[in-house]
């Protein structure tokens, strides 16, 4: 199988704040699934796709939207085959630039899978499940295993100098939710185009 005929994932950051962390977790767990043979991987960065909070007069997913950069961002989707979204947890929920870009799109992501990796004081479970729920009504397959980088990782990697090796169970946990993805992910894409 070739780079070109592979499905094509994309890591999307989903935090823009100065001085974020997010780009720690993308980074690590692009390396991790640049390991596999079976899917190929793109960065995402939303600081690359500035969006104005979604006012829009009618929903993505009943016509086309005017905003010029959330066209671009649209069309940046629809080259992926399925996601995953490194998401920070803030006040038990995803980041507000997340949910934003997300209302940006639809039919981008329907009947594509979607893993998570999140970050904070309980590995952002709270906005995960929420991403989840969000994912469902896009018409996204969310995977079951995701990875929790909980606060005691968080911290470890953020100020005290240590790395995601001195974690081990983390890279354990990434390794099940691409297993996951990837068979979605074919899945999926093989249901798509059979259309």
């Known amino acids: 199988m070739t780079q070109q005929q592979k499905p094509l994932i994309g890591i999307v950051i989903g935090s823009t704040r100065e001085g974020r962390f997010g780009e720690k977790p993308a980074h ?23 969006l104005p ?3 829009e007069a009618g929903a993505p997913a009943w016509g086309p939207v005017k905003n ?4 671009r961002w649209q069309a940046k989707l629809a080259t992926f085959d399925g996601l995953v ?9 995803p980041s507000a630039v997340l949910k934003n870009a997300i209302d940006w799109a639809y039919k981008e992501f329907v009947r594509k899978p979607i893993g998570f990796v999140g970050y904070g004081g309980v590995g ?9 729920l969000i994912a469902v009504e896009m018409q996204m397959a969310p995977v079951r295993n995701a990875v929790h980088i909980g606060m005691v990782e968080f911290l470890g990697i953020w100020q005290q100098g240590k790395s995601f090796e001195d ?5 354990q946990a990434a390794g099940g939710m691409l297993d996951d993805l990837a068979w979605w992910t074919k899945a999926l894409k093989t249901a798509r185009e059979a259309v």
């Open 85 to 93: 979204v490194v998401t920070p947890e803030y006040n038990h929920g």
């Open 28 to 50: 690590w767990i692009r390396e991790i699934a640049k390991q596999r043979t079976d899917l190929a991987f793109e960065l995402v960065d939303l600081r690359d796709h500035p």
């Open 68 to 71: 010029e950069a959330a066209q």
């Open 124 to 132: 952002a479970a709270r906005a995960i499940e929420q991403l989840r």
């Open 167 to 171: 974690f081990p169970h983390l890279a």
């Open 53 to 55: 909070f979604f006012d």
